[in-house]
């Protein structure tokens, strides 16, 4: 038992479990199938997660994109993390909050920097608590179009796969701090954005960062990695994020591929889990850009 219980909570034999034929079932309570057992007909609720630290100028084109696209028959919640220390994206939650839109429930929550910064805590708090039919983990960098909603809706319809993702998105080239779309953003529309940024097609393999949706009755049952004890403790700064992986392990599926419209996602060189202006910072930006170049070829 006492194996048994330091495995469980081993950040090292985690990621290496992950990654092997081990299967989760051997240390957790998980999903005996993949497939929904009470399959629902079509959702009427969609619950939508972000977290936002230091990023308000792109959260504000995500909230934006959500009023500007209601949908116009079933409800949507956005659940948006937040730390009252950053008191731009505070100011940015108190504009929008008092905004009254069909169909959309805004549900701002204050955490401390510590649990803001472990995703894992915000995303397994929303799973726990969801009352929606499907609850979707994405980052404050992701926007909705014209037709996610309606292409989400139809999709998702008689869906059997507990965990799902838009296949294909579309992405910006890495962005640098001084772009107009990032320095602008109060004043920039989603569609000024959506000319003036640089956006190609991506392609996905499998429900990983910002495009992870679950079937209500799995979050409700097994929160986001709830079970494992290092993802839901307290960083002092943005972590390179392991748990998506972690998470597929514990639902056994990598997720289902779906064609959902219209979804675009704003890549920016800055990124919040390193030190702004250290040298390992310049490294690791030099290293994105480079790469991003490469993968553009």
Known sequence: MALRSWLQQSKEFIRFAVSSPVPASWLYDVPESTEIEDLTSTPEHIEIVSHCWNYSHLFVYQLKSLVDNAPEDFKVTLTGFYCPEDKNTVALIKEYESKQVDNIEWNFIALNKGDLLRRGIGRNKAAKETKADWIWFT?????????????????????????????????????????????NAKETSVEECLQQADFTTHTFSKASGPVQIVHGDTARRYGYCEQID????????????????????????????????????????????????????????????????????
């Open 139 to 183: 980052d404050c960098d992701l926007l909705f179009g014209e037709n996610t909603f309606p292409s989400l809706k139809q999709t998702l319809r008689k869906e059997s796969c507990i965990l799902a993702f838009p296949e294909q998105v579309s992405r910006t080239a890495l962005l640098s701090e001084e772009h107009d779309v990032l320095c």
């Open 230 to 297: 290092c993802y839901q403790q307290p960083k002092d700064r943005w972590v390179k994020t392991y748990e998506d992986r972690a998470f597929r392990w514990l639902l056994g599926t990598h997720g289902k591929p779906l064609n959902i419209e219209d979804v675009s996602i704003i890549r920016h060189v800055e990124k919040g889990r390193y030190k702004k202006n250290s040298t390992f910072s310049e490294m690791r930006k030099a290293n994105r850009q480079a790469k991003d170049k490469l993968l553009a070829k």
